[in-house]
């Protein structure tokens, strides 16, 4: 090792200052928050924004530039809307981030100082003890019972003992981002920022998400959908066009009506408020939403692939059952708030029980090094998670720590080792001396020679108590002894190991990283809205298969699969790996690279998948899934960065509100396109049913911009803000594949676009055919038009529940808006400016009257196709019985 690094006096500042300007700070590179600006511009990344410009180009070229201007302004007002939500959301997610610089502790120029992490270069001595963060990969050389939670990093939850050794810069023993949870030791940092572990994980996650959002995909695909709609049916219409002897500028001035008719102009607005809505809610439900298309994503998920760990687990070592030597066993409530826990017991015991149960606990508390922390966030354990894990079970039994600590003063004790196997504590107390011990029950069962049974003490009864520890051992518990005595005074001057005789055995309790209490009902809910779960962990696949069960997951033995099987099914080739993942559902033992090679396979395998997680090593597959969700309070930063939602309550019953919260807003957005979509398509049947026919333009492009615009765009927001219905999560999953033109939508489409554009080409028909003046006619049917617009937006609420089972006043601003549509159109035709750039003109009540008569076939026919829909439903649902 080098010279330098091992002098006891560490590096010279001048020496550090030149490694900080060779090697860099020690941080992971870590992106500038965009500025609005950017946000800003980013929104205008859509298919269908590119479609629009075209139109505004072309309305702009023809001379129609207040078509081009209402376009333009639509683009700007999207812009605004989306950049403001998504903006405000990645503050939300910045000031989730710990507000303390974390420190390390250095030797330089001969003394200790504690100084920033990010000052730390490889060559320094560090010092590391309990509590602490380890600064960076350090080459750990002198241990004293040092031991480091590796579980952000690894998954797995036990300590890994931590052996000083001095390999060389080739040997990292501790790890960056890991945490001492017991002991100390000294080490020589090698490696800093992007060159140490999580460096290099911090590199996969530079790389471009390989998962593009559900709402982007399927969205793309309608926009490819209607452009090629509005191509063809602007190149029928040139052709025909061209045969009648239309002159090209009428043409072009034709085609510019007929994209602004076809194109949803207001659905970039009303698909940035759904979403912006839904991430408000699911804010008030603690889940705070990164990046605005997350929120649907999310509720398109068919699959959830989650780590143990601090996700379904609580990642604390936690004291879960208590067995008396008596065989009377008790129950150690689990859960992040001590206070509100309890023991139970689950069944009839000596009246006695609670008593020796104290006694227990009592001399669990004692011989113990750790301690416990009450702030803001609630208890935090400092030291060895064993010692943390027996305070707060003691605490749950009535003891305090602190309180014993002064009742039994301290006059020595004997640490806890590998090779003793146990830990003891000497008290005085009165004229006699009080030993407490901990340990493993081989050897407290010998060190005793009674057993706690009741108001007495009978004879140890070694083999029993084996059992008792062999039968809690099968059941995935880490097992640990306890045992008590006295000494005279006479004998406590040379108090130590050979003490340790005729000691009573007080019994035994079992310690595990309990489920999250919320977990199993989640998991349930889960179940019901027809999401799949699997769990992806860096534990033994006994551990993981033990969990899994408690968390309520479904699983058969052969679903349960290692990482060693992963690895061979990927060297076999992705159809080797996608056949693994299919059947599989429990990953156990799996490598960082390994989650994210699995969450590909599951997308290739037509799952829209959601990753969970909080460690450093879930980062990847956070950054590739199709929606990633990090936890807020315990997950770390890197964990946090890379996700797309962040559950800031750390519980996974959250994810269900967010997953209902999703698909509600899909559902507005289905909503929202119904809307618009019927409206643009049953303008476009005008021009083909009219044009061929050799009759004027029914509506001109500036009407139509109008329409779609202004009456239409007022209300398709309101119909974004719809509320749930309720059976969100009754329904399974959207298919992957399926399009946002699905059979019930595109039958809604037919239905509803033959009674608007059969009936609005009809009336302007007959108009003409009566006399009217191009201009009048004109005028009523842009009327007629916007009647359409408020009785469909009434209809257009929920896909299958009738219109008069859906509370009128559940969504007041959807009235309001409604009223304001047909307020503003009626106004139009009474302010100048407006009256003369729309070509409207009043109308009489009676006409007013007959317009809003043949609206309402919009209601009847809708009304009868949900009616039908429900039948069928219910027909097919019988049939599957």
């Known amino acids: 090792m080098n010279e330098v690094v091992m002098q006891k006096g560490g590096l010279t500042a001048s020496e550090a200052a030149d490694r900080l300007e060779r090697f860099g700070p020690n941080l992971l590179p870590e992106p500038a928050p965009p500025s609005f600006l950017m946000t800003f511009l980013l929104q205008f990344r859509s298919p269908l924004i590119y479609i629009l410009l075209v139109a505004a180009a072309v309305a702009a070229a023809v001379g129609e530039l207040e078509d081009s201007f209402f376009i333009g302004i639509v683009l700007v007002l999207n812009g605004i809307v989306g950049g403001i939500q998504e903006h405000s959301a990645g503050r939300a997610a910045a000031a989730l981030r710990k507000l303390e610089e974390a420190t390390a502790m250095v030797v330089r120029d001969g003394a200790t100082t504690a100084i920033p992490a990010r000052l730390v270069v490889p060559g320094d001595l560090i010092l590391l003890e309990a509590g602490a963060r380890v600064a960076a990969d350090v080459d750990v050389f002198e241990a004293t019972d040092l031991q480091c939670d590796e579980s952000l990093l690894t998954g797995e939850s036990a300590p890994v003992k931590k052996i000083g050794g001095g390999a060389g810069a ?488 967010g997953i209902r919260e999703g698909r509600v807003a899909y559902s507005n957005i289905r909503k929202v396109i119904l809307m618009l979509v019927t409206t643009g398509i049953a303008e476009v049947l005008l021009f083909i049913l009219a044009i061929p026919l050799g009759l004027p333009m029914p509506l001109l492009p500036v009407q139509l911009l109008w329409l779609n615009l202004v009456t239409n765009g007022i209300q398709d927001v309101a119909l974004a803000g719809e509320k749930s ?36 080409f009809a009336l302007f028909y007959w108009l003409l055919a009566q006399g009217y003046e191009v201009g009048q006619a004109r005028n009523l049917l842009l009327l007629l038009f916007v009647m359409f617009e408020n009785v469909q937006t009434f209809t257009s609420r929920s896909e299958r529940r009738s219109i008069f089972s859906i509370p009128f006043f559940g969504n007041p601003l959807l009235l309001i808006t409604v009223i304001a549509a047909q307020g503003l159109h009626i106004a139009a035709m009474y302010i100048p400016w407006l009256r003369d750039t729309l070509e409207l003109s009043p109308i009489s009540m009676a006409e007013w009257a007959v317009m809003l008569i043949a609206a309402t076939s919009i209601l009847i026919v809708t009304e009868l196709d949900k009616w039908r829909l429900g039948r069928s439903e219910k027909k097919a649902e019988g049939g599957s019985r």
Request: glycine letters at 10%.
């Open 170 to 657: 080739d040997r990292v023993s501790a790890f960056a981002g890991t945490l001492v949870t017991r002991g100390r030791g000294r080490g020589i940092v090698v490696a800093t920022g992007m060159a140490s572990e999580i460096g290099r994980i911090a590199a996969e996650l530079g790389k471009e998400s390989s998962a593009k959002p559900p709402l982007m995909i399927r969205l793309a695909k309608f926009s490819n959908r209607i452009a090629w709609l509005v191509g063809a049916a602007m190149l029928f219409l040139i052709l025909v066009g061209q045969f009648q002897g239309i002159g090209w500028g009428d043409l072009f001035l034709m085609a510019v009506g007929l994209a602004v008719s076809a194109i949803p102009e207001g659905l970039p607005v009303a698909i940035s408020v759904a979403l912006a809505i839904s991430m408000r809610r699911m804010a008030r439900k603690h889940v705070i939403v990164r990046r605005m298309p997350a929120v649907e994503s999310l509720g398109s998920c068919t699959m959830i692939a989650t780590d143990k760990t601090g996700t379904l687990t609580l990642n604390e070592l936690t004291v879960t059952d208590i067995v008396l030597p008596d065989g009377s066993r008790f129950e150690c409530e689990a859960g992040p708030e001590i206070d509100a826990c309890r023991i139970t017991s689950g069944g009839n015991h000596d009246p006695s029980a609670n008593e020796r149960v104290s006694r227990l606990f009592k001399a669990a508390s004692m011989p113990n090094e750790g301690v416990l922390v009450r702030d803001e966030n609630g208890w935090t354990g400092i030291g060895d998670t064993v010692d943390v894990a027996l305070l707060a079970a003691a605490r749950k039994a009535g003891l305090e720590h602190q309180a014993l600590a002064d009742h039994y003063p301290l006059l020595t004790r004997i640490p806890y080792e590998p090779d003793l196997k146990y830990a003891a504590s000497f008290h005085r107390r009165g004229d006699v001396v009080r030993v407490f011990a901990k340990g493993s029950p081989e050897t407290l069962i010998a060190m005793a020679d009674r057993m706690d049974v009741g108001t007495d003490f009978a004879p140890v009864d070694r083999a029993a108590l084996l059992r008792q520890k062999e039968e809690m051992a099968s059941q995935g518990l880490r097992v640990l002894a306890f045992a008590s005595g006295e000494i005279s005074s006479e004998d406590g001057d040379h108090l130590g190991p050979h003490h340790l005789v005729h000691l009573v055995f007080l019994g035994m309790v079992g310690m595990q990283d309990p489920i999250r209490p919320e977990v199993p009902q989640a998991v349930a809910d889960c179940r019901s809205a027809g999401v799949d779960i699997a769990m992806v962990t860096g534990d033994d696949p006994r551990t993981a298969a033990a969990i899994a069960r408690d968390a309520g997951l479904s699983f058969d033995d052969d679903q349960v699969v290692t990482g060693r099987e992963v690895q061979a099914a990927e060297e076999a080739g992705d159809e080797g790996l996608d056949t693994l993942t299919r059947r599989a559902r429990i990953y156990a033992r799996v490598a960082p690279a390994q989650k994210l090679s699995i969450v590909r396979s599951l997308a290739r395998n037509g799952h829209f998948v959601a990753v969970t997680g909080d460690g450093i090593n879930d980062a990847p597959a956070l950054k590739h899934a199709h929606v990633g969700v990090a936890m807020g309070r315990k997950g770390t930063d890197v964990a946090k960065e890379s996700a797309d939602i962040v559950i800031t309550d750390d519980n996974f019953s959250s994810i269900v509100s």
């Open 725 to 760: 219905e309720g059976d969100e999560l009754r329904r399974p999953p959207r298919k992957p594949r399926e399009p946002i033109f699905d059979r019930i939508m595109i039958r809604r489409i037919v239905v509803t676009v033959a009674v608007m554009g059969l009936g609005g």
